[in-house]
């Protein structure tokens, strides 16, 4: 992994399919095709984890089990799960609809999953036995849905707080919805595995991105409370976010708990050993999503309701984790680092001391002379280059909303007249020393404000965008301009 290579971001959800959602199924298998007829080697996702109504896979309810909207339907029916009469019907969407998912998706992938239960329930108890988490996942989901409640914390207070006797009798009168649940998972491992191998036969590698925080009203923070500051009533304080950056004139509330570093580190951080364990059956190097939180993180409280600005700096130990981590995985670390916001010399030591790439962003480069994120500036090739990440406009949406000092330096740095600055900014990514180089889907194919994945701060319309059809007539110019710079 240490020569120069190029890769592609782009999330299971926005693949093409004849459904309202991306998924696993025969277009993940040629979307790996085309990237090989591309010349590409790497290949990001957004985290592949349950979402919550939001559709934001940043806020997911488990830190663990796969996402079952990301589960192929067609595949189920080749397997005997469904019926061509049970998936007929579904209109082709243009954008990923978070309705027609809990309607109409979800539905048919747990009724091949009760199927699927009640002809091989061995399978269910093999698989529970392979994997710590799953039953308590399968629990959690169906006192959801027997409640009628959206979190944990609404739970009555025997379960919610964690009665053994509570727990054992809830479990006992909920098995055959359990089991249901344990067989959605088995199909997504599935399916998965099937695709990873496939990228593997390829020599692609697989990018996961791992959120550093977990959802306050998930399966993790139930079964490991004591792990997460909460009070109470199971709610959050102080409460994850950040401060007035980029993206944000009033910092942002994220809503997610704080961890407990003491008792993580009293447990060996086991907990983060088992998450990372998981992380890497799913991928072959991971992006860690806000890796300064690991130095300090934004700690906004509950008093101060949604306004970000009131919080402050806590210390974190990441430095005590990421030795355990290299403990138990060795020294050469299948992570990268996303090292941006307000970035101070104690996340720089934590980053370079664990010989972590970091990450660079073009968009952000131009807001100044010599920035650092200019690729002249960069120190070493230890970074990963972006044009932009899912957190930022496309490079042609970016272009025609900057200030024209903006757009004038990035011309006079790329030596181009604008007319298409997606490419004139894929090749300055390309050219830099930086070892890797991954580029958002919608830059390759020349799309506007109309493709941007996600805005920060804002819920409405977001981690929506998906490709209609794979652009295998772009495969050639993408090719010959990686080798050109020798990727």
């Not at 796969?66 to 019926?83: F, K, S, V, Y």
């Not at 799953?134 to 959801?144: G, I, P, S």
């Not at 359990?178 to 199909?187: E, G, V």
């Not at 010959?480 to 020798?486: A, G």
């Given at each position: ?8 971001l ?10 309202s ?26 985290p ?27 595949t ?81 207070p ?70 997460f ?166 490079i ?8 024209e ?36 889907m ?32 772009v ?13």
């Amino acid at each position: 992994m240490s020569q120069p290579i190029a890769g592609v971001l782009m999330h299971i959800t926005s693949l093409p399919s004849p459904y309202s959602c991306g998924s696993l199924g025969i277009n993940a298998h040629r979307f790996l095709d085309w990237m090989q007829e591309s010349g590409l080697k790497l290949w990001q996702t957004l985290p592949l984890h349950p979402i919550d109504g939001a559709m934001s896979p940043y806020s997911s309810t488990s830190a663990f089990a796969g996402a079952p909207h990301l589960i192929d339907l067609d595949t189920l029916m080749e397997q005997g799960w469904l019926t061509a009469f049970e998936l007929a019907g579904s209109s082709k969407q243009h954008w990923v609809s978070a309705s027609h998912i809990t309607n109409w998706i979800l539905p048919r992938i747990e009724l091949a999953a009760e199927r699927f239960a009640e002809a091989h329930p061995e399978r269910i108890e093999a698989f529970i036995e392979q994997e710590h988490w799953v039953e308590e996942w399968a629990h959690y989901q169906c006192l959801l849905k027997q409640l009628g409640v959206y979190a944990w914390q609404d739970f009555p207070p025997a379960l919610r707080d964690r009665d053994p006797k509570a727990l054992q009798e809830s479990r006992r009168r909920l098995q055959s919805e359990m089991y249901i649940q344990i067989a959605i998972q088995i199909f997504f491992f599935e399916q998965w595995d099937a695709l990873k191998a496939k990228a593997s036969s390829l020599g692609i590698t697989l990018v996961g991105d791992l959120p550093i925080f977990v959802s306050q009203n998930g399966v993790d923070t139930w079964t490991h409370r004591h792990l997460f500051h909460l009070d109470k009533d199971g709610y959050p304080n102080p409460v994850a976010g950040v401060p007035p950056d980029v993206f944000s004139e009033t910092g942002q509330h994220w809503g997610n708990p704080h961890y407990n570093w003491d008792a993580h580190q009293s447990e060996g951080f086991a907990w983060w050993i088992q998450r990372l364990e998981a992380e890497l059956r799913l991928t072959d190097q991971i992006r860690i999503d806000h890796f300064r939180g690991f130095a300090a993180a934004w700690a906004i409280p509950k008093s101060a309701g949604r306004d970000a600005r009131k919080g402050e700096w806590v210390p974190a130990k990441g430095l005590e984790l990421f030795t355990a981590l290299r403990e138990h995985f060795g020294n050469d670390l299948p992570f990268f680092a996303e090292d941006l916001g307000i970035i101070t010399e104690d996340v720089n030591a934590l980053r370079t001391s664990n010989n972590l790439m970091g990450m660079k962003i073009l968009q952000f480069a131009f807001t100044a002379n010599d920035h650092i994120y200019m690729p002249h500036m960069y120190d070493s090739e230890n970074w990963v280059c972006y044009t932009g990440t899912h957190d930022n406009n496309t490079i042609i949406g970016w272009f025609e909303a900057a200030p024209e000092s903006e757009r004038n330096r990035f011309m006079a740095y790329t030596q181009s007249d604008g007319s298409q600055p997606n490419w004139a900014m894929l090749s300055l990514a390309l050219s830099s020393k930086a070892r890797w180089v991954i580029i958002p889907m919608q830059d390759f194919i020349d799309l506007d404000a109309s493709g941007r994945m996600n805005t920060p701060g804002q819920a409405d319309k977001q981690w929506g965008w998906r490709l209609q059809v794979l652009p295998w007539d772009v495969c050639e110019r993408i090719r010959l301009t990686i080798q050109h710079f020798n990727r």
